[in-house]
């Protein structure tokens, strides 16, 4: 296979996205797990303090983050539910966007844009074929 060919993706095969996916999965919810799930829970050091924008109880606000930042995740990494987690990590990862880091620099708001882009791209395209989804939900995707 030519070097064009591989850099172009027109040889690319279904087979590679899948493991393309598999690895993107896994290596951004390993990181958004290590670098902000595990200081929520106080790993590394004194628990983080949940920004909470919205004015929820507070107890409320934190089990949301750490259920978006910890738990979701580690169902993506291994592709169950995938589609139905991404969603509120994106919830949480839009509101430090938008809301907490709203009028900060760009250079401190681009982590959440970052892990919004990438959880967005996880929602749109699903988890590929390596997935406990894929293998769950395979004859319900068939029928439709």
């Known amino acids: 296979m030519s070097l064009f060919k591989i850099l172009?993706?027109?040889g690319t095969s279904k087979r590679t996205m899948d493991f393309c996916m598999l690895f993107y999965r896994i290596a951004i919810s390993?990181?958004?797990i290590i670098v902000h799930g595990l200081k929520k829970i106080g790993i590394g050091g004194v628990a983080e303090v949940v920004p909470n924008p919205f004015g929820i109880p507070q107890n409320l606000n934190e089990i949301l983050a750490i259920t978006a930042n910890l738990l979701l995740p580690q169902l993506i990494i291994i592709g169950l539910f995938t589609r139905f987690a991404t969603l509120p990590i994106l919830a949480v990862t839009l509101t430090g966007?938008?809301?907490?880091h709203g009028n900060d620099p760009l250079i401190v708001r681009d982590v959440p844009f970052m892990f919004s882009l990438g959880y967005l791209l996880i929602a749109v395209v699903g988890p590929g074929r390596f997935s406990l989804d894929h293998y769950f939900f395979r004859s319900v995707s068939n029928k439709l």
């Open 8 to 10: 172009s993706f027109r």
């Open 30 to 32: 390993l990181e958004l």
């Open 97 to 100: 966007y938008f809301v907490v």
